[in-house]
C-alpha cells in the first residue's frame, strides 16, 4: 500500500463517513487527481509573508442564520 | 420585445404607460411556464395564486400611485436556494425535503419591496454542487432550451434555463464557481457574479463561506443591472455583506466604452485549454467589437488556469465538506450520489492543504489585481467547451478540465456574462467580463456596450412544447 493509499484510507476512515465500497473506488480515483491539484498550489521557496487572505469581519452578525 | 418576453425596461413602461398590467404578463408568464416548462423543467415549484395575488397588488399600488421602482409588477423568479417563509426550500435534495425556513432570505425581502412578482422555484444541482446534473435528486434537472438533450449548466440550471425559455423576465442566481456563468454561457443569457460581500447571502443555503454570492441572470445586461440595483448592499444579518456604497447601475449603462482599457486572458482558452476555433472566434469578436467602439483591447496573462483551477479545486469542496461534515455522517444515503461524493472530496484534504491553496490564491489576487490596474475590464471566455450533452455517468467531471469562471470567484471580482456568439452546433457561446472590486457599473457598461453593437440577442431558442 502506497503512503498515498495509507493517507486515503486513513482520510475515509476519520471522517466517519459510511462510503461504500463502490463509491470509494471511484472517490480514490479522484483522489489522486486532486492531490496533484494539491501540489500545485505549492510554490518552492514560498516567503512566509504570503499569508492567506483575512477571513474575518470586524463585528458579529446581528442575528445568526437558523 | 427582448427574448419571449418583453424586457424589464420594457414592461416596466408598458405598466406605468397603462398598455400593460403586472397581471396581465404574469398571466402570460404562467401560461408560457404551463406550456413550456413540461419539456424544459426550468421550475421547482410554481406559485401561481401567490404570484396573480402580488401582481394585482402590484397593480393596485400603481394605480393608487405607489412606484417602487423597475421591478414593481415584474414577474422573476428564484433557485431553489433561497430561504422562503410559507414555502420550502431543498436545493433539490432529500436531505432537506421538509425544510422550510421562519423568515425570507435578504435577497427575497428586497426583491418583495422592489415590488417584484415572484413566480416560483426554480431547479438546481443538489446542494448547488457543480459540474454535471444528476437525475438521482428528488426533483429532475432543468434541461437547456436550446437544445434539451444538452446541460443547461450549473448550479443555477432553472435559472438559466427560465430565462433563456421566456418563462420569467428576470432569476436570482447563486455562484461559488461559476453557478451562475456557466447556465448564463450555455443559456445565451446574462449572469452577473457581484463583487462578494456586494449582495447578501443571508438565507441562501451556502455551497462555501469564502466563495457563495448572490446575483441576476436576465435576457440582457440592462435587465440585469436593474435586478443588482434592487439586492445590492450592505446586510448586517450576513458577515460577509459589506458597507459599501451602492451606485446607480442603470444611468451609465449607454455611456459607451470608449477610452476604456480591456485586457484578453486569451490564454485560458488558446494556451492552458485548447478550446475550438468557433469558441475562440467568439471571444476574439468580443474583443473586436469593443474595439470598434473606442476601447483599447490588448492581450494581458496572468497565471496558467490550471494554477487557478488547482486553488478552487482545493478550496470549494473543503469548505462545502465542512458545510455538510455531520449529515454525511448521518445521511448519507439521503443524499443523492453524485452530490454525496463531490461533497466528500473535501473531506480528503489536511487543513494544510487548504492553507497552501489560500496562499497560493493570495499570489493569484495579487496578478489580477495587477492586471487590472492597467485595465478598466478583462475579458475571458464563458465556456471551454461545447454545451455538453446531458450524461450524469461521470462522478467528478470537473476535475480534469479547468473550470473557467473559478479565477474571479477566487479574486472576488466582478464578473458577468454575455452572450458572445454561436457554435458550430448552433449553442451559444458566453463571454466574461470582469472588473475591479466594487466596479460592476463598468463591467455593466462594457458588456451593454457589445449587446447592443454585436446584434446576437436577436436569435431565440425553438421552444418545444410536449403531445
Known amino acids: 500500500m502506497s503512503a498515498e493509499d495509507r493517507m486515503f484510507e486513513a482520510l475515509i476512515e ?3 463517513v459510511p462510503v461504500q465500497a463502490d463509491e470509494k473506488a471511484e472517490l480514490r480515483k479522484a483522489y489522486a487527481s486532486l492531490m496533484t491539484l494539491a501540489a500545485k498550489t505549492r510554490v518552492a521557496g514560498r516567503s512566509w509573508e504570503v499569508r492567506m487572505l483575512p477571513g474575518y469581519v470586524p463585528e458579529a452578525p446581528e442575528k445568526d442564520a437558523p | 420585445m427582448s427574448g419571449f418576453l418583453p424586457s424589464i425596461t420594457e414592461a416596466a413602461a408598458a405598466i406605468r404607460s397603462g398598455a400593460l398590467t403586472s397581471s396581465a404578463l404574469t398571466e402570460t408568464c404562467l401560461d408560457r411556464i404551463a406550456t413550456y416548462d413540461p419539456a424544459i423543467r426550468a421550475y421547482h415549484v410554481v406559485l401561481a395564486d401567490e404570484a396573480r395575488a402580488a401582481a394585482k397588488k402590484a397593480d393596485e399600488e400603481l394605480a ?7 421591478l414593481h409588477g415584474i414577474p422573476l423568479a428564484l433557485k431553489d436556494v433561497f430561504y422562503w417563509k410559507g414555502h420550502k426550500t431543498t436545493s433539490n435534495s432529500r436531505v432537506m425535503i421538509d425544510f422550510e425556513a421562519d423568515e425570507d432570505a435578504t435577497a427575497i425581502v428586497k426583491l418583495k419591496e422592489a415590488g417584484a412578482v415572484l413566480l416560483g422555484q426554480l431547479n438546481t444541482y443538489e446542494f448547488t454542487f457543480g459540474g454535471r446534473p444528476s437525475t438521482e435528486p428528488p426533483f429532475p434537472p432543468a434541461l437547456n432550451p436550446w437544445n434539451v438533450a444538452r446541460i443547461t449548466g450549473g448550479s443555477s440550471s432553472g435559472s438559466g434555463a427560465a430565462v433563456a425559455a421566456g418563462l420569467c423576465l428576470g432569476a436570482l442566481g447563486t455562484d461559488a464557481g461559476g453557478s451562475i456563468r456557466l447556465p448564463a454561457s450555455f443559456n445565451g443569457i446574462a449572469g452577473m457574479k457581484p463583487t462578494i460581500g456586494r449582495v447578501s447571502g443571508f438565507g441562501d443555503m451556502p455551497l462555501t463561506y469564502s466563495f457563495d454570492c448572490v446575483g441576476p441572470m436576465a ?20 458577515p460577509a455583506s459589506a458597507r459599501v456604497p451602492v451606485p ?6 449607454s455611456d459607451g466604452v470608449a477610452g476604456l482599457k480591456i485586457g484578453v486572458i486569451r490564454h ?14 467568439a471571444i476574439d469578436n468580443v474583443g473586436t467589437v469593443l474595439s470598434g467602439l473606442g476601447a483599447e483591447v490588448s492581450k494581458v496573462s496572468v497565471s496558467p488556469l490550471e494554477d487557478w483551477h488547482a486553488v478552487g479545486r482545493v478550496l470549494v469542496p473543503a469548505e462545502a465538506y465542512a458545510i ?3 449529515r454525511l455522517q448521518t445521511q448519507w444515503e439521503t443524499y443523492g450520489k453524485l452530490a454525496r461524493n463531490r461533497l466528500m472530496l473535501g473531506g480528503l484534504f489536511r487543513a494544510v492543504d487548504y492553507i497552501q491553496a489560500q496562499r497560493r490564491r493570495t499570489e493569484l489576487l495579487a496578478e489580477m489585481e495587477a492586471v487590472l490596474e492597467e485595465c478598466d475590464a478583462v475579458i475571458t471566455t464563458g465556456t471551454l467547451t461545447p454545451t455538453p450533452p446531458f450524461d450524469d455517468s461521470q462522478p467528478f467531471p470537473f476535475i480534469d478540465v479547468p473550470t473557467i469562471p ?10 458577468h456574462v454575455v452572450r458572445a456568439g454561436f457554435g458550430d452546433d448552433g449553442m451559444p457561446i458566453g463571454a466574461q467580463i470582469a472588473g475591479r472590486h466594487w466596479d460592476e457599473a463598468t463591467v455593466l457598461r462594457i458588456a451593454h456596450a457589445f449587446e447592443k453593437a ?8 425553438e421552444l418545444q412544447a410536449p403531445d
Open chain 2, 454 to 461: 454585436a446584434g446576437l440577442m436577436g436569435r431565440m431558442p
Open chain 1, 14 to 16: 476519520a471522517s466517519g
Open chain 2, 64 to 70: 393608487a400611485g405607489t412606484d417602487r421602482g423597475p
Open chain 2, 219 to 238: 435576457w440582457s445586461t440592462e435587465d440585469c443591472a436593474i435586478m443588482l440595483q434592487a439586492i445590492a448592499g450592505h446586510d448586517p444579518r450576513d
Open chain 2, 406 to 415: 473559478i479565477p474571479f470567484n477566487l479574486t472576488g471580482h466582478p464578473c
Open chain 2, 324 to 326: 455538510h461534515e455531520e
Open chain 2, 248 to 253: 446607480d447601475y442603470v444611468s451609465g449603462l
Open chain 2, 268 to 281: 485560458f482558452h488558446t494556451d492552458d485549454f485548447a478550446s475550438p476555433p468557433d469558441i475562440v472566434r
